[in-house]
């Protein structure tokens, strides 16, 4: 159990692994196990200080009787593997292939994660064996903007987990047909994402403790969300692996028009609901107001001329809130209020509801404001036509990989065991290969990491 600040306080340098610096602590087994899993992270130690921990860390070790026997290449080893055969379906329209990295194990936790009452936690290796099958299966969901878990907004399914060193690595498929914004975002911010799991059933050894040590859980899901906000940010998620040049520089464009889509869609909304603003009131121009409009208009035709010449020499042209433009909407209000016999005293922006509800008094305003939203409509046209065509060229690029040829060894595995890799589109029966793997003296680790490999090439039903 880590300790807390004032305990930690207490330990005789001796229970340190960098005594001199007072880092690492190694005073129970817990925390050897912890320090030799971080010690090449850990910031601030030279090269014989390292050295140094590990031997310090190692001696430790053996005097708690803890089996040391795979540290030195556990980072290089897959522990575990487990998967759902997925059958091979060319072409599929709804199923984008990720990868990426769960989770640590044997490591306290970067951030706390939701529900942890703001403390770190620690998943063991032995737990996350443990609790491996619970993932195959599960959903992944996602929150708008990737900074959160939604268990009920599920985009994608868990289709494989693997233990690889200190990493939990999961792969599935997103619903890019069901969900085709998402599944673009996360093809454009696959490098800013990553995966946060989601557990059921957990146990820790007290409550007191910080970090958490998780002793028994259930995985529920995941989320995919933004690396700083997961409790590790060393997550991690590739989507669509392998694209090629021309598929990055798509996805550049398609970043691009989102962001040119979305800024013309808002100004589009603005226009609009100004047309029917206007729409609701009927213009009423009468002869009464008539002496009212011919004393305001030169005064109203000065601030345009004004802001016309404004705009010439460069001064004020920022849109909405330019100089030349504020100016051209105080000569509207003005009108506005002369055609209702009002003459002007007070300036009414457009936020105050007023210039929009007043300018409908004449039907000329009304159709030129009309007539302006028709480019803007066809601008929307053109650009949601663009956007559904770089979807789909996009998600092509998506789809499941095809099928791969066998590594040397798992080839070499199979023909020592009777089996010989099948032929165009035969697959081999898993029940058969289990069966054959295991009378050849393969373990059940083995054996799952190899039939993991064959699933994964599309050899296996």
């Known amino acids: 159990m880590t300790l807390t600040k004032e305990a930690r306080d207490e330990l005789p340098e001796s229970d340190f692994a960098v005594p001199s610096k007072r880092a690492l602590p190694i005073q129970d087994a817990v925390h050897v196990r912890m320090a030799w899993r971080v010690l090449d ?35 290089a080893m897959a522990f575990e593997a487990m998967a759902i055969v997925m059958p091979v379906v060319e072409d599929h329209p709804n199923r984008m292939p990720f990868s990426g990295v769960l989770t640590r194990i044997d490591e306290p936790s970067d951030n706390p994660p939701h529900g942890s009452n703001g403390k770190l936690v620690m998943l063991p290796r032995a737990v996350a ?33 693997t233990i690889e060193g200190t990493a939990i690595h999961i792969e599935g498929f997103i619903y890019a047909s069901d969900f085709p914004e998402e599944a673009a975002a996360i093809q454009i911010d696959k490098d800013k994402l ?49 694209l090629s040049d021309e598929d990055i520089l798509m996805s550049d464009e398609l970043k691009k028009l989102l962001e040119s889509f979305d800024a013309l869609s808002t100004k589009l909304d603005s226009v609009s609901a100004s047309v029917e603003e206007m729409k609701k009131t009927p213009a009423k121009i009468d002869a009464s107001t008539e002496h009212t409009r011919s004393m305001v208009e030169p005064h109203a035709t000065a601030l345009e001329s004004c802001a016309a010449s404004m705009e010439a020499s460069g001064i004020g042209s920022h849109s909405p809130a330019g100089h030349a433009a504020v100016l051209r909407r105080m000569a509207g209000s003005m009108r506005a209020e002369a055609a209702i016999g009002k003459v002007p005293a007070i300036y009414h922006d457009r936020d105050s ?21 028709k480019p803007l409509k ?45 032929e165009g589109d035969d697959k081999l029966d898993p029940h058969k290969v289990s069966k054959a793997l295991a009378d050849g003296g393969m373990d059940r680790r083995a054996i799952l990491e190899a039939k993991t490999a064959l699933a994964r090439a599309g050899l296996m039903i």
Not at 42 to 71: P, V
Not at 217 to 237: E, N, P, Q
Not at 399 to 404: F, H, L
Not at 407 to 421: F, H, M, Q, V, Y
């Open 129 to 161: 064996e443990q609790a491996l099958p619970s993932l195959l299966g599960m959903a992944v969901d996602f929150e708008p903007g990737f900074k959160g878990h939604d268990p009920q907004a599920k985009i994608g399914v868990i289709t494989a987990a």
């Open 353 to 373: 509801g007023y210039y929009a509800s007043a300018e409908d008094t004449t039907k000329a305003t009304a159709a030129a404001v009309e007539a302006a939203t």
């Open 41 to 75: 992270r850990t910031q601030g130690l030279s090269d014989a200080e390292r050295k140094t921990a590990r031997e310090r860390i190692l001696k430790k070790a053996k005097a708690l009787g803890i089996d040391t026997s795979d540290w030195q290449s556990v980072s």
């Open 378 to 422: 066809d601008e929307l046209a053109a650009m949601d036509t663009k956007l559904a065509d770089l979807k789909a060229a996009g998600f092509k690029a998506a789809e499941v990989p095809e099928r791969k040829t066998l590594s040397p060894a798992i080839a070499a595995l199979l023909a020592k065991s009777g089996l010989g890799a099948p």
């Open 194 to 242: 990553g995966f946060s799991f989601e557990a059921k059933r957990i146990l820790v050894e007290t409550m007191d403790a910080d970090p958490l040590v998780i002793t028994e859980c259930v995985f529920t899901g995941a989320a995919i969300l933004l690396k700083d906000r997961a409790a590790y940010t060393t997550t991690s998620l590739a989507a669509s692996a392998d």
